[in-house]
């Protein structure tokens, strides 16, 4: 079982609209939580990061975690074609020296 | 705001160089990792070091090696480079419970 899941998509939706990205991980251990937009031949840059349960918001951007369901998950509200990216789930573990354990991403385009 | 450098964007390189990619931070973090992100397969972790002189092996440690004489520079080396180690390589460093800051990568073209 991977650590970290994702659907790789590709997710389409039309501009304006919301984007729902999820994201399941398997180690109940795990305690921190990040969700990542990468342009292509670009690398990673940190778009939310959520510790707790419940949601966080910024801006735009929604990021929703459930413990119990080892799930996390990021909305994006008023989806912009600039928001057209792979998006990576990342958690972080201290047991095992605080690495970081990422998804294969879930591609979006936004269509005008 | 946090600085990770890596020493070159773009490298090509002959199959049996040994190739070096620098990676440098201005953060003082302890932790620091190697990946190597292909399509299809995301972000591989080569290795990681969360101090000077210390390394772990990640998932994909075959043809390659690390350094860490200095907390600020975390070295990958490829002894004998293959075509199948042509890929994006990404440096990233951090600590305990906050992300991980990212390089702008390295392309390595192994012909």
């Known amino acids: 079982q991977k650590e970290v899941e994702q659907n790789s998509g590709p997710l389409s939706v039309p501009e304006g609209a919301i984007a729902s990205l999820n994201c399941t991980y398997s180690?109940?251990?795990?305690?921190?939580f990040f969700w990542y937009r990468q342009y292509s031949g670009k690398s990673p840059e940190l778009i939310m990061s959520?510790?707790?349960?419940g949601d966080k918001e910024d801006g735009r951007f929604t990021a929703q975690l459930n413990k119990a369901s080892q799930y996390v998950s990021l909305l994006i509200r008023d989806s912009q074609p600039s928001d057209s990216a792979t998006y990576l789930c990342?958690?972080?573990?201290?047991?095992?020296?605080?690495?970081?354990?990422f998804g294969t991403g879930t591609s979006l385009t936004v269509i005008p | 705001d946090v600085k990770v450098t890596q020493s070159s964007r773009y490298l090509v390189k002959r199959t049996g160089e040994k190739v070096f990619l620098e990676c440098v931070q201005d953060?003082?973090?302890?932790?620091m990792f190697w990946y190597r992100q292909d399509p299809g397969l995301g972000l591989r972790l080569i290795y990681f070091?969360?101090?000077?002189?210390?390394?772990e092996k990640g998932d994909i440690p075959e043809g390659y090696s690390v350094s860490r004489e200095k907390k600020e520079r975390f070295s990958l080396i490829l002894e004998s480079a293959s075509t199948n180690q042509t890929s994006m390589y990404l440096c990233?460093?951090?600590?305990?419970?906050?992300?991980?800051?990212f390089g702008q990568g390295t392309r390595l073209t192994v012909v």
């Open positions: 990342a958690v972080n573990r201290e047991n095992t020296g605080n690495q970081f354990y």
């Open positions: 180690d109940r251990v795990s305690q921190s």
């Open positions: 959520i510790y707790s349960n």
């Open positions: 953060m003082d973090h302890e932790n």
């Open positions: 070091s969360y101090d000077v002189k210390m390394k």
């Open positions: 990233a460093t951090g600590t305990p419970y906050t992300e991980a800051f």
